[in-house]
């Protein structure tokens, strides 16, 4: 049977991560077991050269021993040699032969035998320190010692004699070595040899070694313990007698020569090494105990063992970590792409769209739905149709997905989305199917609604744009007229009145702006104009024309402005005129006792532009936290009745348009029963003036006092006649006693009746609500209006004694310069054309008047006019015509446009039909000297 059929189909395959960490597991062991192999021949090897060291040490110390009993046996034989028999005398022991020979007698009943010795081998025996000794083979004999060291008593033990008298000798061994292990001393040896070995009763020669001197000729120092054993496995000598004894009674058996471990049950207790001495049964044994062995042997022992188990916990970290980091999310990828294959399947079977997977080689199709077959019917025209779509995919150099839409040949609209994107290592072209034939049939629907609603709208936009036109064209006569009026002589009171009418007139003008403002809005058509205007003097204007509403509500309407404004700012002066007096007829139509308070200050400049702020306070009924987020919608009226203040509802939402249409904002603020405060903050373009056209007088360096009731305004006078250069200081109460000449300004919220201050030693200015321009009923008495820094500017110094500048204001000193230019006006409504004459006429124009277009043409034909001033709306041939006639003619005139429709598409219709310029009626008269002074010739 193969392995492959053993193993699970998914573990024998070896390139899924379950094979991986097997293989990472079989690696790590068969390298953790090299390791261990490795470490076991480093061990084995240091052991065995201990060991060889060792067995080195206890040959050298065999050696050495073996030279020892040698060359003691080999001087025993010779002196054997050296033995003579003799027939017995009566002479003495020892005889001395004259010479160099020493004759030694050893006596026997049985015969004599005598010992020649050279005295070289006396002195060598003295050298040596060896002990000879004869014993008779008779037991009643005594031992006779031939030669030995005086200090040694001449005495054999007997357990000695006795074995040598016992002993019968064998053949081939002529020595006997014998010994008496019983004493505590170190035993000494005896090696004794027959003097006839076929006489036993010759008696032996015998040479005695000493134990100390056996023991210090076999103790090695680095061989270890030593054991000198007989035949009968009994310990003749040893290291020490201790062990001696104790190796006594352990020591059994005579073991055959050899080197090797002894002893011990589960592990040896020595390494041995074990040598048969020359000529004879007895045994040399050194030994070096374990105990010596292992401290030798700790540190590469303990060294390999933690080299082996570091490897070994090295690469249980390692498998472990690279399990983690590599194979377990290795599996867990590949198990979410197969989930993720097994989901995409599931969800391209289930979804309610028709999805397919097509190949990108071959265009088939690899992957599809119910719905995708359904829809996308087998073909040719689906064959062509889906190379198609991945020759568009693919040719993109950036594959994106892309959006189409088809129309099937049933008439359903399908919406396809497809992607290029990699399927089983193939490039494919996913694609989904909606079915939008629903949202098609809608969509058609929506824009037949939105057909009919723009036809509506534009409708509704004609309507308005009609009434505009019909409404301005008599308003234009009124406030033209006005205007004309104001130019004229007039006392105080009478152009206190005409500025009131003025005011209600612009008032009226603004209402009819916001309706025609809110079709401009849905329209699309809100445009700016940017001109040049004061601050101050807009502020102020819009705050004249509610004067008469609040003093009749009986409301007090004041201002304070910042002294740092600039002169003049670029920016829309109409939308922002519109966006304030909304705001502040709120604030009158909303409040029913206190006052109302605008203030004007400069935030900051930013580059070229300057942020200026308006704020409009009121003590009005408050707003409550719910509609204040609902306050800037169309048509949303706060509060619990709609019908308490009569209104609209666009005004808010005009501004919040206006005042984003200007990158501006603007902010409410309110607490039920405490008042409200709108703000609005506007970018405006700086602009450099002249001093000359500054329309302050400048004061002289001198004191004037300045007094309120209400701080605040004291402060805002006091700041503006210090920028005029007077030395202005806002006081209390103000003593009368102060030295006269001092000029003393009184704001009074209210009408000059409720002035405080009624005697004053020195000039005295009143600012008061019932004023409106500049009047001065004494020498030392002026009244001006409360928000006009003009008049007040006017009556400090004329206060000051300055000679005052001329009084007209900065438009009307312009308009002094004269147009001199012979204009054509062509305008039906009679009203008007006297009006545009008598304007014309104050500008130092002559005036040649035609009913209609075709009178002017007439009239174009027979003169010569410098400028054509026409109306848009006329019988026969309206403006346009007018202007288009006049260019097919070849006249080069300028022609300006005079309508009363506001429409951002008129100006359009007017520089396409050939004029150069166009007016918007109602116009000032400073509007039309701007427009036509780049046309100007000079004084006739």
């Known amino acids: 049977m193969k392995l492959a059929n053993l193993l699970p189909a998914a573990q024998w395959n070896l390139s899924t991560p379950i094979a991986a960490r097997n293989l990472l597991r079989l690696f790590a062991i068969t390298l953790v077991a090299g390791v261990y192999v490795g470490a076991y021949g480093y061990m084995r090897m240091t052991l065995n050269e201990e060991i060889s060291s060792r067995r080195r040490y206890m040959n050298e110390a065999i050696f050495n021993a073996q030279d020892f009993f040698v060359s003691r046996q080999t001087l025993l034989k010779s002196l054997g040699l050296s033995t003579v028999k003799h027939a017995a005398t009566a002479s003495d022991s020892e005889t001395y032969i004259p010479g160099e020979e020493v004759h030694i007698v050893l006596r026997q009943p049985s015969g004599t035998w005598s010992l020649w010795l050279t005295p070289r081998m006396l002195d060598f025996l003295r050298t040596k320190q060896t002990n000879l000794v004869y014993v008779p083979h008779a037991l009643d004999a005594s031992v006779q010692w031939l030669y030995s060291r005086p200090e040694v008593p001449p005495q054999v033990p007997n357990a000695v004699l006795q074995r040598l008298r016992g002993s019968t000798g064998e053949p081939g061994n002529e020595q006997i070595w014998l010994a008496d292990p019983g004493d505590d001393k170190p035993p000494s040896l005896y090696i004794f040899i027959a003097m006839d070995e076929r006489d036993r009763a010759s008696g032996w020669l015998g040479l005695e070694v000493e134990g100390p001197q056996l023991v210090a000729a076999l103790r090695h120092e680095q061989a270890g313990e030593f054991q000198l054993v007989d035949s009968a496995s009994q310990i003749i000598a040893s290291k020490d007698r201790e062990q001696q004894l104790t190796s006594q009674r352990h020591t059994a058996t005579h073991v055959d ?11 040896p207790d020595r390494l041995s090494i074990r040598k048969q001495l020359d000529h004879s049964d007895w045994q040399i044994i050194y030994s070096t105990p374990l105990a010596s062995i292992v401290p030798v042997l700790i540190l590469p022992f303990g060294l390999a063992v933690l080299i082996s188990v570091a490897v070994t916990l090295l690469m249980l970290w390692l498998v472990r970590r690279v ?53 996308l019917v087998m073909g040719d025209e689906r064959t062509r149709a889906c190379q198609d779509w991945i020759t568009r995919a693919f040719g993109k150099p950036a594959q994106t997905s892309c959006t189409e839409e088809l129309q099937m040949a049933d008439g359903r609209h399908l919406c396809l989305s497809y992607a290029p994107t990699r399927y089983r290592r193939e490039d494919v072209l996913i694609c989904a199917f909606s079915d939008i034939t629903e949202r098609k049939t809608a969509e058609l629907s929506l824009q037949q609604a939105r057909a009919l609603a723009d036809a509506a709208n534009e409708a509704k936009t004609l309507f308005l ?15 033209a007229t006005l205007e004309l009026l104001s130019r004229t002589h007039l006392d105080s009171q009478q152009r206190g009145y005409l500025n009131a009418i003025e005011g209600s007139s612009a008032t009226l003008l603004q209402l009819i702006c916001d309706v025609l403002d809110v079709s401009k809005i849905e329209a699309g058509q809100l445009a700016l104009e940017v001109s040049a205007f004061s601050p101050v003097e ?34 829309d002066t109409t939308r922002t005129r519109q966006i304030l007096g909304n705001l502040l007829s709120n604030a009158v139509k909303f409040t029913r006792s206190g006052r109302i308070m605008v203030r004007l200050h400069l935030v900051g400049v930013e580059g070229e532009r300057m942020m ?85 007088q400048p004061l002289l360096n001198q004191g004037v006092m300045v007094y309120s009731p209400v701080p605040e305004l004291a402060d ?44 004053w030693p020195g000039p005295l200015v009143l600012a008061c609500a019932d004023e409106h321009a500049l009047s001065r009923p004494s020498t030392q008495y002026w009244q001006v209006g409360l928000n006009n820094l003009q008049c007040l500017n006017q009556a400090v110094s004329q206060a000051q004694g300055i000679e005052a500048r001329h009084s007209a204001t900065a438009r009307q000193a312009m308009i002094e310069t004269k147009l001199c230019i012979h204009v054509l006006v062509a305008e039906d409504n009679v009203i008007n054309q006297l009006i545009l004459r008598d304007q014309l006429e104050k500008l130092g124009c002559t005036v040649t008047l035609a009913n209609d277009g075709e009178q002017a043409l007439a009239l174009c034909q027979k003169e010569v006019f410098d400028l054509v001033l026409t109306d848009v709306n006329m019988p026969r041939i309206n403006g346009y015509q007018l202007a288009q006639h006049l260019r097919q003619q070849g006249h080069a005139i300028p022609i300006v446009g005079a309508t009363a429709n506001a429409m951002l598409d008129e100006a359009e219709r007017c520089l396409g039909a050939g004029m150069d310029q166009f007016l918007v009626k109602p116009f000032t008269l400073h509007a039309l000297y701007q427009c036509l002074l780049p046309y100007r010739k000079g004084a006739a």
């Open 465 to 479: 744009a009609t009434m505009s036109h019909e409404i301005r064209t008599p308003l234009y006569g009124m406030l």
């Open 716 to 759: 805002h006078a006091a700041g503006w006649l210090r920028r005029w250069g007077a030395r202005a200081q806002a006081i209390g109460v103000p003593d009368v006693r102060h030295e006269p000449g001092i000029v003393l300004v009184e704001l009074c919220p209210g009408p000059a009746s409720s002035a405080v201050i009624r005697q």
């Open 257 to 267: 020569d050899g080197f090797g471990w002894e002893g011990g049950y589960w592990l």
């Open 538 to 571: 807009l502020t102020q204007d819009v705050m004249q024309g509610y004067m008469g509403a609040a003093h009749t509500k009986g409301l007090q309407l004041l201002s304070c402005m910042d002294p740092q404004l600039p002169e003049q700012v670029l920016g």
């Open 323 to 375: 399990d983690l980091r590599l194979i377990r999310p290795a599996a867990a990828r590949i198990e979410a792409l197969v989930e993720s294959e097994a989901f995409s399947s599931a969800v391209i079977r289930t979804a309610p769209v028709a999805l397919c997977v097509l190949r990108r080689r071959d265009g088939a199709v690899v992957l599809a739905n119910r719905l995708s077959e359904q829809w």
């Open 612 to 696: 200026l702020r308006w704020q409009v306070v009121d003590t009005g009924q408050g707003i409550p936290e719910q509609d204040q987020q609902h306050l800037f919608e169309p048509f949303f009226q706060s509060g619990p009745s709609t019908n308490t203040v009569a209104g609209t509802g666009l005004g808010l939402s005009i501004c919040k348009r206006l005042v984003e249409l200007m990158n501006g904002s603007i902010r409410v603020f309110s607490e039920p029963g405490l008042g409200s405060s709108f703000s609005f903050t506007l970018p405006l373009g700086q602009l450099a003036l002249d001093e000359d056209q500054s329309w302050a």
